[in-house]
């Protein structure tokens, strides 16, 4: 079983990336999907979840209105909006996949699977 998340880079205050999260070897659609990231010095903390039907989502208030989570269950993928960037977005983002699929999961002890991560840096 493999996650791998990509997209991530350099990016100026306000603009835009794009995350996606590729799953091998298991079935992304039977599985809630998070995403987390890690800033040096932090603790890690989830960004959004999104349930295995897409149709319920949850995100911090920091994030709140500027990131969008999706689900592509046929082309098993998940995906991260970010939108105006912000400098304390800088972290290293992970995907993740959790059982119980109907609901979210703000635990990460609740994710059973995990990507290798990718570096989001913003500039100010």
């Known amino acids: 079983v493999q996650l791998q998340a990509s997209g991530g880079g350099l990016v100026q205050a306000g603009g835009s990336l794009r995350l996606s999260c590729a799953a091998s070897g298991v079935t992304l659609a039977d599985y809630a999907v998070g995403w987390f990231r890690q800033a040096p010095g932090q603790e890690r903390e989830q960004v959004s979840c999104?349930?295995?039907?897409?149709?319920?989502?949850d995100y911090p208030d920091s994030v709140k209105d500027r990131f969008a989570i999706s689900r592509d269950n046929v082309k098993n993928m998940v995906y991260l909006q970010m939108n105006n960037l912000q400098s304390d977005d800088t972290a290293v983002y992970y995907c993740a996949a959790a059982p119980y699929g109907s609901r979210c999961h703000k635990s990460g002890g609740a994710y059973r699977y995990w990507g290798q991560g990718t570096q989001v840096t913003v500039s100010s």
């Open positions: 999104i349930v295995r039907s897409g149709d319920i989502t």
